[in-house]
């Protein structure tokens, strides 16, 4: 008799995982910060036309984000002249500012749809994939059921995927559209394929998600390549 074959799960997020996109979500988030505050006055189709400072903040407080509506704070901080952003500073941002993020989140995938239809092959571009998971990733394929649970949109996921070379069932993308609470997608995920929680692996570059699934009881692992928040380090 042949022996049980074990389902293995292998559980990526995205941004900061498998893709570095902070160019990318630097300028949606901008001109969606334009429309949503100034009328879009200000709206630019052109990384090098954000001010080197603001870009500067932008990557240095990136970390904190986890829904795209999040980008908004990074953005009013800015506005506002906050000079440094802790995780209990950031925190009281995301109160004081909780009713406009809803709407905020709509502007911006609104605004990253007009970017990808004025110049797919530019926006495309702002975009680079970690050489260290696309070396292994037919590897990896081979070994695991390949997941992505991610807060970007699954439009955005299957066209990097697809312009890096990196084969994955699109019904395992798990996007935007499927909500915020990665504990629920990942539970649902596990429900669906039967696996056994120790054949299951989640790869997050932000410890906040990270902890937010961790009484799923899987195992998990923090991708120091990426551009999340580490212990002692606001």
């Not at 996109?21 to 036309?49: H, M, P």
């Not at 603001?54 to 800015?78: D, G, I, M, T, W």
């Not at 970017?115 to 990896?140: F, G, M, P, Q, T």
């Not at 054949?199 to 195992?219: M, Q, R, T």
Request: hydrophobic residues 40%; negative net charge.
């Amino acid at each position: 008799l042949r022996g049980k074959i074990v389902k293995k799960l292998l559980i990526f997020d995205f941004d900061g995982v498998i893709v570095n996109s902070i160019d990318e979500c630097l300028l949606t988030s901008y001109n969606a910060f334009q429309k949503f505050e100034n009328n879009g006055v200000s709206l630019t189709d052109d990384l090098s036309d954000i001010e080197p400072e603001y870009h500067k903040y932008f990557n240095l407080y990136r970390k904190f984000v986890r829904p795209a509506a999040e980008y908004y704070l990074l953005h009013r901080a800015y506005i506002d002249n906050i000079e440094i952003i802790d995780s209990k500073s950031y925190h009281e941002l995301l109160i004081l500012h909780k009713d406009k993020l809803p709407h905020y989140q709509k502007e911006f995938f609104n605004e990253r749809n007009r970017l990808r239809l004025v110049n797919k092959n530019k926006w495309l571009r702002l975009h680079s994939v970690y050489d260290n998971l696309a070396e292994c990733w037919n590897i990896l394929s081979r070994i695991f059921d390949i997941y992505i649970v991610s807060n970007k949109d699954k439009v955005s996921i299957v066209l990097l995927m697809n312009y890096f070379n990196l084969p994955i069932n699109e019904d395992h993308i798990f996007g935007a559209e499927n909500g915020n609470d990665k504990s629920i997608i990942i539970a649902n995920i596990i429900g669906s394929t039967l696996a056994e929680l120790e054949n299951v692996y989640f790869i997050d570059d932000n410890l906040d998600n990270l902890k937010s699934v961790k009484d799923l009881n899987i195992k998990l692992y923090h991708a120091m390549w990426g551009y999340g928040n580490t212990e002692g380090n606001d």
